[in-house]
């Protein structure tokens, strides 16, 4: 039974179109979760965005970030991948969720207002990404074949 839970989770018909949605998103989401966890590309680092977070409500602060730093840089990392695809990709569509109900949403659509259009999009082609799996050119798919 769990081998078959877990092939149904590796095995994907999508092509290599995957791929150009997978890198790209996976690329963004990991840079954004190393801004929040080690500090990189500008970033507050875990401090920091534990910090602002609780100033938000988010409490406790400390675990939030780590849970979503971990979910956005690790998530991301595993969509470049292609490595467990489907559960990468709604672990981080959730977190997308989450950040468009807790800091987005009363700035309206737009991101140049702060606005939840960006989180939207990413959770969007992530939802796509958990439906179709990691397609031709993934390890999922080398490991669904074993």
Not at 5 to 12: A, N, R, Y
Not at 27 to 38: N, V
Not at 57 to 77: C, D, R, S, T
Not at 131 to 141: C, N, P, R
């Amino acid at each position: 039974m769990t081998t078959s839970l877990l092939h149904k989770i590796l095995t994907s018909k999508a092509g290599s179109a995957a791929l150009i949605l997978r890198v790209p998103v996976g690329l963004i989401l990991a840079a954004h979760g190393a801004q929040k966890l080690f500090g990189w590309f500008g970033g507050n680092g875990l401090a920091g965005t534990a910090q602002w977070l609780s100033s938000i409500g988010m409490e406790p602060g400390y675990l939030m970030a780590m849970l979503a730093g971990g979910a956005e840089f690790f998530g991301g990392l595993a969509l470049v991948i292609g490595l467990l695809t489907r559960p990468a990709a709604v672990v981080a569509a959730f977190t997308m969720l989450v950040a468009i109900f807790s800091v987005h949403i009363s700035n309206g659509l737009f991101a140049a207002d702060g606005g939840y259009e960006y989180a939207l999009v990413l959770m969007v082609a992530l939802l796509a990404l958990a439906v179709q799996g990691g397609g031709a050119l993934s390890i999922d798919k080398m490991l669904s074949e074993k």
